[in-house]
């Protein structure tokens, strides 16, 4: 971050332009010895940042957001909100691809 303390932290802190940061842990569903969730942000992905007990020193990425930039998926070819408005699910996307998996749970009545 921009803010770090060069004097107190010589070895920790990012450079001064758009392409660094520093490293992050990020908040997961679950969390334990060996198991549990792994969704790591993406270069590029805007996160939502909050601090361990407000100590800046203590940074921990707990959510990813959508913007202009990055819409939500379209599950099996259902197109954006509000078409797929009773679909829910998980979808990949390759690294450095074009192909995806994707979980879907369709709750459209009937």
Request: proline fraction near 7%.
């Amino acid at each position: 971050f921009h803010w770090q303390r060069p004097d107190e932290h010589p070895s920790i802190g990012a450079n001064l332009d758009d392409s660094s940061s520093c490293w992050l842990r990020v908040a997961m569903p679950s969390a334990g010895a060996g198991w549990g969730h792994q969704f790591i942000p993406r270069i590029g992905q805007e996160v939502l940042v909050d601090f361990i007990e407000g100590d800046i020193d203590r940074p921990v990425i707990v959510g990813v957001l959508y913007n202009g930039s990055h819409a939500t998926p379209a599950f099996s070819g259902a197109g954006a909100l509000p078409a797929n408005k009773t679909l829910s699910g998980i979808k990949s996307k390759e690294h450095q691809g074009g192909q995806y998996n994707e979980l879907l749970f369709d709750d459209t009545p009937g």
